[in-house]
């Protein structure tokens, strides 16, 4: 069976991949994480007792720690999810993300380079390493147009910055060394365990608690949201079939307004968990995020086309879902919300 070693598969995109490949018996998984305020043991509940699941504490900058995984767990491809991940956050303090998402991503291209020297012929034809990136690389767009693999980079946060930092890296260690490489850049993600300081965790969260939903500026910036599942489809396939040295963009076509978005959740709740009020009575306009990019929309015809990935959900159904996982899963989310982050604004300068 295939063995894959999984960075930040405690954390949101990176748990849901640990589950499904492990619940699929797709692959033995070493999940290396370092569980910061983001990672997340309680998300792996489901496949922990596993004999295909294992999981090594430790940070991707400790040169001599990620060596160790190689070592001892012998991959035959890395999926690299561990970063920091959220841009308000980066806008508060910025080195770490720099430290984790460029240095770190640096550090296991460095010890994979040295382990896939090492592979015999064969092992070494079939290695990847695929580094899980976003379209924020891409900076904003207007009104009109797609994020297509040719799109030149122009991020503007500090986490955009890091991104496309490591992204670069990740590209030369392919390009200098040969180090059978592969980049996804995919849109926003939502779904079951997302952490709540995201925008659709929080205001499902903040609305069941009856607080104000925060909507940065007039609600009128664009997001092009994927429910996760999709997206560890998208990378599973991609690992298996993509060409080393290539870019694919993740994405399916569900652009929405930020108010769009929190008006859907507080309809959806007013039907589920109704209230006195209709939830949206709780909607605040708070000023907007410092570089706000005013839209991102992902143009998937090459994994469409190239690979045959195809989304399951779309945004309405992929929404519902995720609202009811909510309502069910209190004690997945109530310990966050009261030890870990209770949802004060972020990122306002
Ligand atoms: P997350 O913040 O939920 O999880 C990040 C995980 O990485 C956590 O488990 C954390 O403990 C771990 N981690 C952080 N720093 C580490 C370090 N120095 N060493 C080891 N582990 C460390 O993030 P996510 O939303 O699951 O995103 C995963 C990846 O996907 C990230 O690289 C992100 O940039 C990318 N991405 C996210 C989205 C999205 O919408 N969330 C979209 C596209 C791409
Ligand atoms: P977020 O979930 O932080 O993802 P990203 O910044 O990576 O796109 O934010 C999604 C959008 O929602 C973004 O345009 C900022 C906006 N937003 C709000 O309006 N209110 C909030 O409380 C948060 C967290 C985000």
Redesign the pocket.
């Known amino acids: 069976m295939k063995r894959i070693l999984v960075?930040?598969?405690?954390?949101?995109?990176?748990?849901?991949l640990v589950r499904y490949l492990v619940r699929n018996k797709l692959a033995e998984v070493l999940n290396?994480?370092?569980?910061?305020?983001?990672?997340?043991s309680s998300s792996l509940k489901e496949v922990d007792s596993d004999p295909l699941y294992h999981f090594a504490y430790?940070?991707?900058?400790?040169l001599q720690a990620v060596e160790k995984a190689f070592r001892t767990f012998k991959p035959d491809s890395i999926l690299?999810?561990?970063?920091?991940?959220?841009v308000d956050r980066s806008i508060d303090s910025p080195a770490?993300f720099v430290?984790?998402?460029v240095l770190?991503t640096a550090t296991l291209l460095q010890v994979a380079l040295d382990y896939w020297k090492r592979l015999p012929p064969d092992k070494q034809e079939t290695f990847r390493f695929q580094?899980?990136?976003?379209?924020?690389v891409y900076g904003a767009l207007g009104e009109e147009g797609f994020f297509t693999e040719k799109t030149p980079y122009a991020p503007h946060s500090p986490?955009s910055a890091s991104?496309a930092s490591?992204d670069h890296f990740v590209r030369a260690w392919h390009d200098t060394f040969g180090l059978p490489t592969l980049i996804?850049?995919?849109?926003?993600?939502?779904g079951p365990y997302?952490?709540p300081e995201?925008l659709i965790p929080l205001t499902i969260l903040n609305a069941l608690d009856h607080k104000a939903l925060p909507v940065y500026g007039k609600g009128a910036n664009v997001r092009d949201w994927?429910y996760?599942y999709d997206?560890v489809t998208a990378l599973c396939l991609v690992n298996e079939k993509g060409r080393p040295g290539e870019t694919y963009n993740?994405g399916g076509h569900n652009e929405r307004t930020n108010l769009q978005v929190v008006q859907s959740i507080c309809r959806i709740l007013d039907e589920l968990a109704p209230w006195e009020k209709p939830y949206e009575s709780l909607i605040t306009f708070v000023t907007d995020r410092p570089g706000h990019d005013l839209r991102y929309a992902i143009d998937p015809t090459k994994i469409e086309t190239e690979l045959g990935w195809k989304p399951s959900e779309n945004f309405d159904t992929g929404l519902a879902r995720t609202v009811r996982w909510y309502l069910d899963n209190e004690w997945w989310w109530r310990p966050i919300r009261e030890k870990k982050y209770a949802g004060r604004r972020l990122g306002s300068l």
């Open positions: 960075t930040g598969g405690a954390g949101f995109i990176g748990s849901a290396y994480d370092k569980i910061t305020y983001a990672g997340n430790g940070d991707i900058c400790d690299h999810l561990a970063a920091e991940s959220h770490e430290r984790t998402n770190g580094h899980i990136s976003t379209d924020e986490y991104k490591s996804t850049n995919c849109s926003n993600n939502y997302h952490f995201k994927l996760v997206h993740i």
